[in-house]
């Protein structure tokens, strides 16, 4: 299974970036997906989640408003529209995919099984 997130760049407060994730190596619909975020000298947090048939999402709160996620079952990828984007939400951004698990464990980062390499979101004020 291979995660390839991109999208990543410098943006001014305020601003907006859309993230992209490519995935394969498995039956992409059959899974749900999620994006976390890491920022420096912090641990890795959710930050959103899709399920498989992308009919529910969940968000942490601090993007909830600002952030939305979605997928292309046909294309094999998900995306992540942020907007008003803040200075503290500079971070790595990471795309995770995990086998259909309780709404409960969509925002644990240990129910996810595969990642993707990152791709950095820098705000600036």
């Known amino acids: 299974v291979q995660l390839q997130a991109s999208g990543g760049g410098l943006v001014q407060a305020g601003g907006s970036l859309r993230l992209s994730c490519a995935a394969s190596g498995r039956t992409f619909r059959d899974y749900d997906m999620a994006w976390f975020r890491q920022a420096p000298g912090k641990e890795r947090e959710f930050t959103a989640a899709?399920?498989?048939?992308?009919?529910?999402?969940l968000y942490a709160d601090s993007v909830k408003g600002r952030f939305t996620i979605s997928r292309d079952n046909a294309k094999n990828m998900v995306y992540l529209q942020m907007n008003s984007l803040q200075p503290d939400d500079t971070a790595v951004y990471y795309c995770a995919t995990t086998p259909r698990v309780a709404l409960s464990g969509l925002a644990a980062p240990s129910s996810y099984d595969y990642w993707g390499q990152g791709t950095l979101v820098t705000v600036s004020s």
């Open positions: 899709i399920r498989y048939r992308g009919g529910t999402t």
